[in-house]
Every structure is written in C-alpha cells, then in structure tokens.
C-alpha cells in the first residue's frame, strides 16, 4: 500500500469513502465539506493500492488546522477528522502507517500536537494519543430540567432568541474564553466554517441580557425530541441558570435534555435528584509529536525556583521524540538540554502530553502510575513549571 498527500485528482475516491463511512453525498454537510473545504482549507492523507489498474482508497485521514492558544501561546494545531477505511480493508493493519505517514508529514511541517475526537479510544491508546479535554456530561428528562432551574434568579436577566451572527457571538466567546487552556483561536475564517454548518443543520442561538448588554449565549439543536445545548458560555452562574431555564421552556417540541458543559461546571451542587448531576466525560485527545520544541516553547513562571530536572521522555511511534533532558529552571526562564545524566523521572508521550496541556499535574500522573520518579521532589518542580490548566475545546470538525 502507497501512502501519500491526496490531491484534487483523487478527491472523487475520498469522496467515495466519505460517503460510505460518514454523512452521504445529499447530505447538507457532505455538499458544504467538499464544495468549499476539503483540499482547500484542509489537508488529507491516504493509503492506496491498485486492483488491476484502477486506483483504491484503502485508509483515509483528514487534517484540519486550527489556531490553539497552549499556555499562553498561539500556534497552528492539527484535528485529525475523517479517519476511516475502507471494510474491504479492515483488519489488514493499513492504520498504523497511516498514522505514523501521518506524524512524518506534520513533524515535517512543524507541528507540535495534534488533537482528534475518538469514536473508540482503543484504537488510539497505543498510539500514545491521551485525553487532555473533559466535560461534564448531562442527560435528563427536559422537565427534570425545568424543576431544577424553576428557582432561576434575576428578573434583570432576559433571553432572547437571535440569529447565530458572529458579531454576537465572536465577541463574547473570546471574552469567555480568554483564561482557558487549548482553546480555538476562532478567525473570521473559524467563524464563517462554524456558523455556516451550524445554519445547514438547523442550530439556533440565545442571547442572554443583562440591562440589555449580552451576558452570554446558549447554541443549540432540537432533534429526536432532545435539546441538545451544543455550546454554552457564561461567566456568570445566573446568567448560564437563565438560558438553561429557557431551554426547559421546550418540553412542547423536546422530551430530553443533552449537554457535554466544561468539566468544571457545578451547575448540579442544586440538583434536588442526584440521579441527573451528571458525570466526567472523555471528549478530546491530544498527542505531541516533538516534545522538545514543545518546551523550547515553554514560558517559566516569575516565581520558578532556581533548580534542574532530568527528565526520560519515550516514544513508541516516533523515534525521533524520545529524549533524555535535563531541564535547568530560574525565574523567568527555562532551558532545555541533552544529557548523559540519570533520569529522575521518567513518562511517555501520552503522560507528556497530558502533564504539558495541563489536563494532569506530574504529580497526579504519578498517583496514578502513569510517570515513574527516582526522585518524586523534582514532580514539585514540574508541577510548578507545568501547572493544571482549564482546558476548553468545541470543534466537531
């Protein structure tokens, strides 16, 4: 099998395989992906082979670029969408060169991480691909929903149902968003994508007012009898009561209630059923794909001691990202450097990845025996170079 960068003349064969794994070429976000995306926006990698003398796509995966503010700093980050292969395919491991095809080409280009959202996590585990984003995933009856935000306060507050405009929204995400870990950089380019399939399947916005300036917004879907909130934001807890009240007000077109909120929301402390407060959610998975330009990028604290950690990176898939480090901290500053000395502590790039986006500190990686340490004082020095983040992400695809 040849594996390689799909171009415009093989694009009828992603297309093909699309259709059969995914939405179908009638399909509103079929028409839109392939109309005005892909190949043109985006990048997408396959595994061929010949059947006599006609092409085959046998594996397939899409890379979407999008801009991700990681501790501070902007940078471009892949979301691998669109992995699929072909049922005549399967179980002849066409997966595994893809992928590592697929590390080699965006190493090459300079990416740092790369991001997807698994259907199943086994096939990615392996691959050293760990969950750096959670939610707080709620489903309950819609009338549940209303007698939990029955008490809803503020009589200042008022929702109203508006067009999905990114002069409404852009404004309030970024404001809300600003502290987060991980998060979208949405472009007017982002927005234009978001909103236009957002239009195609039938998402609808409202805009919560405070003394008539926006406290917030609720994007969201009915379908299948169920109010699905699919993006919530909000810093004020009456405010976010205020639209989830509003969602209650559907029991006449909607029976169910669905959303996945950030992992730290507490909406539920007032639950009165504690069979409907929810649970911690898997949503997205990270991978770093060179760890030492990742902590060349990396800004230490004002109040970093002055001190020094070795530190035994392994990777199983990418040669080149196994590393042995030592890593000289002051404040201010960190300094990176190859060494002949003994680790002192010791991870893979899946506990790298998760310690560095700051969805686990080095010293819960190691409660839980996913970082070994000869010398567990120096997992206080990462914890302070690398601390926990709030990390939010939303992109379907």
């Given at each position: ?149 029955a008490k809803a306060a503020g009589s200042e507050l008022v929702v109203e149902r508006e067009a999905l405009q990114k002069d409404i929204l852009a404004p309030l995400y970024a404001k809300y968003t600003a ?122 604290p004002a109040d970093m001691p002055e001190d020094s950690v070795v530190l035994l990176l392994t990777d199983k898939t990418i040669d080149r990202n196994s590393h042995l480090l030592k890593l000289y901290t ?68």
């Amino acid at each position: 099998m040849i594996y390689r960068v799909v171009n415009e003349e093989r694009l009828p064969l992603v297309k093909e395989l699309w259709d059969y794994c995914f939405e179908k070429q009638d399909e509103p976000f079929f028409q839109y992906y392939f109309t005005e995306y892909c190949l043109k926006n985006n990048m997408v990698i396959g595994g061929f082979d010949l059947v006599g003398d006609k092409e085959r796509l046998r594996t397939m995966v899409h890379v979407n670029p999008y801009m991700l503010r990681i501790r501070g700093k902007e940078q471009l980050v892949p979301y691998l969408v669109g992995v699929a292969t072909a049922p005549e395919a399967r179980g002849q491991h066409a997966f595994a060169p893809l992928l590592s095809t697929t590390f080699d080409v965006l190493r090459s280009e300079g990416f740092t991480f790369a991001n997807l959202m698994p259907i199943y996590a086994g096939i990615y585990l392996p691959y050293e691909f760990a969950y750096c984003y959670y939610c707080h995933r709620y489903t309950m009856p819609l009338a549940e929903l209303g007698r939990e935000m029955a008490k809803a306060a503020g009589s200042e507050l008022v929702v109203e149902r508006e067009a999905l405009q990114k002069d409404i929204l852009a404004p309030l995400y970024a404001k809300y968003t600003a502290n987060y870990n991980g998060v979208p950089v949405r472009t007017d380019f982002q927005w234009q994508k978001l909103l236009t399939v957002h239009n195609l399947e039938g998402v609808q916005c409202a805009v919560v007012y405070r003394n008539s300036e926006a406290s917030g917004y609720m994007l969201y879907r009915i379908s299948d009898s169920c109010f699905t909130v699919l993006e919530l934001l909000t810093d004020a807890y009456d405010a976010r009561n205020r639209l989830l009240q509003y969602a209650a007000m559907h029991q006449s077109s909607a029976q169910k209630f669905a959303w996945l909120a950030p992992d730290w929301d507490k909406t539920y402390l007032g639950f009165a059923n504690q069979e409907y407060t929810g649970a911690l959610q898997p949503f997205m998975m990270t991978r770093c794909l060179d760890a030492r330009k990742a902590l060349n990028q990396l800004d230490a604290p004002a109040d970093m001691p002055e001190d020094s950690v070795v530190l035994l990176l392994t990777d199983k898939t990418i040669d080149r990202n196994s590393h042995l480090l030592k890593l000289y901290t002051a404040p201010n500053k960190l300094e990176v450097k190859s060494t002949i000395d003994a680790e002192e502590v010791t991870m893979d790039m899946a506990a790298f990845t998760q310690m560095y986006m700051g969805a686990f500190t080095a010293t819960e990686l190691w409660e839980a025996g996913r970082v070994r340490a000869a010398t567990p004082e120096k997992l206080v020095l990462l914890d302070k170079l690398l601390p926990k983040c709030r990390n939010f992400i939303n992109e379907y695809f």
